[in-house]
Every structure is written in structure tokens, then in C-alpha cells.
């Protein structure tokens, strides 16, 4: 099993480590040609949305990766990863590739003072470490989202089919149960 990880700016290398310790092959996507080589999974990590989704574009990877997404790649995406995947941002004009039926607030808890730890309840996981770096929340989802944990009544962490998307940074932390699912959903 082979797992790409977004590489053009961000918290890669932290997933990337994870996922080789659970025993995964891992390769970097930096640029459009990474993208010939065979991946049964995606993550997209957390960083600076806007800034990936300008390299994704002027790099030539925005539409062959939302189109691997569309026909079923599984993806783990945290914080702007999230970002990138929502169909809708409530304060933000930017689009990504809308693959994941939900709106989202970007920065939700405040752009400075926004960093904060939490533990929570995931669904079909149980108590969680959650590291909220100037994170995002899920205002409102579809009905065929499933919500697997909220904060204060915010969601901050979904599935939709083949994406599992979180506003907090598991790759941050030592618990790789996160990791574990999407693996299993590989
Ligand atoms: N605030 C960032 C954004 O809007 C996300 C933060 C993160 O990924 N830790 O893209």
C-alpha cells in the first residue's frame, strides 16, 4: 500500500512519519510528475490553504488530484487540508476542489490567539488528543456526512465516502488512530 502525501507546503513530513511508522510506503507530491506514480491513498496536510491551492494550481496538480478524488481516492485531510476539500467557505471567497459536501469557517477561533488542545470523543475511535492550530470548523455538513466529533458544538471532524477530514492535527500527536482508519479504509 502506497500513500502520497502533498507536499508543496505545510505539515507533511510529520504525516509522512506517522504513516511509515505504522509500516506504509510513502512518497512526496511536489510536482505534476509525482503524480504518474501509482498511490492507493491521499493526505492533505495542514498549513496554509490559500498558499497550497496556489501552488496546486500553477503547478499543474489542482484538477488531476480533484479528479482522483471524485473517483473515490481515499484522503485523510487535516486543518487546510479540510479547507481545501470543502465545497463551501463561509468568510473566505476561495474555492478548492468542493469535494466534500460541507461549509466551513476558516481561522473560527480567532487568527492569533486561535491555537488550543482539546480532548474529545471521535466517533468509532473514542477520546482523542485534537491540536487546533488556527483551525477551521465545520459550520454545516449534507446529510450523507457523517460527523465523528464536535467541540463545543462545532464539528471538527467528518466522513464522506472515501474522505476523512479533520480541523486538528493528528500527526502532531503519538496516537495514530486516525491514521490506523484511513489505512483501513485503503
Ligand atoms: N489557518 C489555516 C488556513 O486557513 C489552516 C491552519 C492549519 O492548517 N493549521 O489555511
Known sequence: MTVAVLAVQGAFAEHRAM???LGTQVFELRKA???ERHFDGLVLPGGESTVQGKLLRELGMFRPLQKRIEEGMPVLATC???ILLAKELSNDTGRYFQTLPVVVKRNAYGRQLGSFFYEGGIKGIGQYPMEFIRAPYIESADKEVSVLAEVEGNIVAV???NQLAMSFHPELTK????HKKFMEMI
Do not use: F, H, N, V
Open 33 to 35: 510528475e509525482d503524480l
Open 19 to 21: 504513516l511509515e511508522k
Open 159 to 161: 466522513q464522506y465516502k
Open 175 to 178: 496516537d495514530s488512530r486516525i
Open 80 to 82: 487546510a487540508g479540510l
